[in-house]
């Protein structure tokens, strides 16, 4: 597929996406947003792809946020829109997907840029990165999920103040505010996530799946996160995987995951 605003590269069961807008900063406008959904969806769906990294074009930014030009004229309810819209198509999608997503954040990922981050699975970032949800300093709050995916992720009183400053912070202290799981030199980022891929990839990816629905069933509301696992747990008896991985160890060789 071709695409605008974004790079969509496959390769050894990785499909490594990349917002490629660095005249802007990679800001996220609409035609972007539409992009990388149909590329997540893609991506998902396409049978080969075990693993899939996002990251930034160039070396300054992964994102710095939805493309302000874009909504500055909104009212009430096109603001209201945006967001719902933003949610569905692309954040809430890519927390939702059963293909795992990892983040590479190799620059500034604001507001939406770090809302994109927070909705991947995990996060990895470049030494010179910065994060921050500058929104109130705009007039506005963050939209895309930061609200709730911060706290969850940093604590709720480092959300709070992250949020009411406007302030970014760096990547040491994103790691140790268990924002990002590591950091690394730029050189060494997207290689860094190729090598967590290919950790990924080793194992049952019907069993990464179930797990993925499971653990985001303690963050949904009014829904019984133990009662999902219970199910999810029961499923993997019924796959072709799960086979596989328990013959594998009593026979002592390495697992060969049909992905069933
Ligand atoms: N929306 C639209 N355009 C953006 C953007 C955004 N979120 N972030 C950066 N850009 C554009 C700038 O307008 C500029 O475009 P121009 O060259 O046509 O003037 C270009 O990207 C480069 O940005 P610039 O501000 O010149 O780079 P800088 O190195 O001086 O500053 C930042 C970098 C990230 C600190 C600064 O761009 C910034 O504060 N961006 C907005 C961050 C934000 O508030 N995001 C949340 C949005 S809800």
Redesign the pocket.
């Known amino acids: 597929m071709n695409y605008e605003n974004i790079l969509s590269e496959h390769s050894n069961g990785i499909t490594t996406i990349t917002i490629n807008r660095p ?3 990679n ?1 996220l406008n609409r035609a972007t947003i539409q992009e990388l959904h149909d590329a997540f969806e893609a991506a998902d769906t396409d049978g080969d792809t075990k693993v899939i990294i996002i990251t930034g074009s160039g070396e ?2 992964f994102v ?6 874009e909504f500055a004229d909104f009212n009430v309810e096109e603001g209201g829109d945006l967001a719902a819209q933003g949610h569905e198509i692309l954040f809430d999608f890519v927390a939702n997907l059963s293909t795992p997503v990892i983040a590479a954040v190799n620059g ?1 990922a ?4 770090l809302e994109l981050a927070m909705a991947s699975h995990f996060r990895l970032a470049s030494d010179n990165a910065k994060m921050g949800l ?2 109130v ?2 007039g ?1 709050i963050p939209g895309y999920g930061g609200t709730q995916r911060l706290p969850q992720l940093v604590g709720k009183g480092r959300a709070m103040e992250m949020i009411m400053t406007a302030g970014m912070i760096d990547a040491n202290k994103a790691l140790s505010y268990g924002l990002v799981n590591h950091v690394v030199p730029q050189e060494e980022l997207l290689p860094l996530a190729e090598k967590i891929a290919s950790k990924i990839m080793r194992n049952s990816s019907v069993a990464i799946a179930e797990a993925i629905g499971a653990i985001n069933a303690n963050y949904d509301d009014g829904v019984n996160g133990f009662e999902v696992e219970i199910e999810a747990f029961g499923n993997c008896f019924g796959t072709e995987d799960f086979v596989e991985g328990t013959t594998a160890f009593l026979e002592k060789r390495k697992a060969d995951f049909p992905g069933k």
């Open positions: 005249k802007k900063l800001a300054k930014a710095a946020g939805a493309d302000i030009s500034f604001l507001g939406g840029g500058p929104e300093s705009l506005v």
